[in-house]
């Protein structure tokens, strides 16, 4: 089962998104796919610094947002996230914010994280992380 990162999701919407992602995400069942409320907050974010929010917040609510399970940050996420937090920081190598939080969803659910960005994901200990905008997978 896979959790979608924002770069990941974010090819749904764009006028020439990744083939090798389009194919991987055509070939996986929707019961498999989610993605975390950070990531809605981020495209929602990004929508609305657009000059064209309307039309990307139209394409989330009807392309995204019914075809895929939407997955919280709630307190077992929470959990997952204040000890990698710690740890991370412990060992001198903390993570941005939002990827951290998608990162702790994902562990908490036993889910892949699906990303174009695995160089960050790749930090964290027990992640597992695959770039399918770049056809690429990495664990």
């Not at 019961?31 to 975390?36: C, D, H, K, M, S």
């Not at 307190?75 to 939002?98: C, F, H, N, Q, W």
Request: net charge positive; aromatic share 10%.
């Amino acid at each position: 089962m896979y959790l979608f990162d924002t770069d990941a999701i974010s090819q749904v919407i764009k006028r020439s998104p990744s083939l090798a992602f389009i194919r991987r995400l055509a070939s996986t069942d929707i019961a498999n796919q989610f993605t975390t409320t950070i990531t809605v907050g981020e495209l929602v974010y990004g929508a609305y610094k657009s000059n064209r929010p309307e039309f990307f917040l139209e394409k989330l609510e009807r392309l995204v947002w019914p075809n895929i399970r939407i997955l919280p940050f709630d307190e077992g996420s929470a959990k997952v996230y204040g000890k990698l937090r710690a740890d991370m920081e412990r060992k001198g190598t903390p993570l941005i914010e939002p990827d951290l939080r998608i990162a702790s969803i994902a562990m908490h659910h036993g889910l892949i994280v699906i990303t174009g960005n695995t160089k960050h994901f790749s930090k964290i200990p027990g992640l597992k992380a695959e770039d399918w905008i770049h056809g690429n997978k990495e664990t």
